[in-house]
């Protein structure tokens, strides 16, 4: 069934060698569908990088009238669990893919890789090692030197078929016995000296449960997967690159259904970040993260949770394109995809960060007005609302400076500033405690600028957001930034390289009741701070919100690099 058009139909729009090749296929009449798959291991969390492999293969499907399936390649019960399982599943669906009637697992043709398995060694293709995992690997050879043929290589294939089906049985302890392919211990490509095929895991698989006593290897699974569900365009990471040698020598010597090939495209890498599976796995097992899902990490439930919009992900997938060779992505782009999607799609509210107290000494004490807003201001649809103003008012304490210097044109003593949407106001005397910190503005205002314009004409020079002191609520406000402070973080030491500034909790923030009451997931706009998303530890009597990105790019600044 081919796939069904969704909000990601043109997210990997334009032109590149994967489709050129697809193309060509299609104009030759090789096939008759086009069958893409995305084969996730489930043994972690999805990131930012395979978005860009899942808007490939299914964003190929989609534009070719074929059908992409999502594959669990489940060969690794110590390593697997149903949590990763789902939680892939959602973060697809969640960039804006779907499988259909296509979801498929590794573990469902065990029983077929095993008859194919028996069927290499009476062909004499492959037998079964009793050398231990230290021993293999002595032998393997280097790039240099050839790898030296394992004593138990000229088994007969009666000793072989024995043996593996003793394995099979759980007649033998882990690590006792492997089944390896015959094929060349001199081959220059490594991956040709005698692959392990088969190892002995006494382990819980969640799928097949206790069943299976041996598991192949991916090499050995992931290819003949491919080939029997008529795979047309396995494309992987230039990583697998080296492995196509054997995917195909595999797919030669068995009697698959089909014959797949495999296609390599450079992976991605960005600036200040690591996708490595085990930094990942370590940040989150060290606790220098709060789980798979912290706004700080770069998988896609960390990037859900920080308010990054899915539309962002597939615009800034479509923009990096595709590739034969690996490069590092600027994280600005990223970055510059997310702001672009949010400046379109947020609405607009305002939140006091770091609050310093406002008193309109000419405001009438226990009088209150409602004050018009814009919800959107390049999109009249989205409407107004309406903010309570009053005689004591918050606004940013980094507004305010007794001492400007003389291209400061917020707030100061004698000033003139507009409140967004309300009135001109002009402070008169700052108000200190003991230890000489600014604690209250005494301030008087114009009841002619309602609106924001003065009837006389006259000008000011800055425009301060605000809130009413007893018509907002307290909100705890979570500023996220990169989680390294390098561009280029050594993946062997990361933790010297980690920003201690990732993370800033402001506990006393203010939020427009609109906020609270909107209950939304979605991003929004704090005017002049950023875009914000309720985070999942939020509570009606504990609002927290996670800042997803600036308005604009400070941290490049503030490291004195590049971002």
Known sequence: MALEPTVAETSEAGRDFIRDIVQADLAAKKYKEIVTRFPPEPNGYLHIG?????ALNFGVAQEFSGRCH??????????????YIDSIQADVRWIGFDWGQNLFYASDYFERLYEWAEALIRAGLAYVDDQSQEEIRANRGTLTEPGKNSPFRDRSVEENLDLFRRMKAGEFPNGARVLRAKIDMAAPNINLRDPVMYRILHATHPRTGDKWKIYPSYDYAHGQSDAIEGITHSICTLEFEDHRPLYDWFIEKLPVPSQPHQYEFARLNLTYTLLSKRVLTQLVRDGHVSGWDDPRMPTIAGLKRRGVPPAAIREFVKRIGVAKANSVVDVGMLEFCIREELNRTALRRMAVLRPLKV??????????EE???VNHPDDPTKGTRRVAFARELYIERDDFMENPPKKFFRLSPGTEVRLRYAYFIKCREAIKNAAGEVVELRCTYDPETRGGNAPDGRKVKATLHWLPAAHSLPAEIRIYSQLFAKPSPDAANFVADLNPQSLEILSGARIEPAIAQANSEEAMQFERQGYFVRDKDSTPDRLVF?????????????????A
């Open 546 to 562: 996670n800042r997803t990105i600036g308005l604009r790019d400070t941290f490049a600044k503030e490291v004195g690099g590049k």
């Open 50 to 54: 395979h978005a860009k492999s899942i």
């Open 359 to 368: 008193v309109i000494e000419n405001y009438p004490e226990g009088k209150s």
């Open 371 to 373: 004050i018009e807003a």
């Open 70 to 83: 999502l594959r669990f390649d489940d060969t690794n019960p110590i390593r697997e669990e149903q949590e």
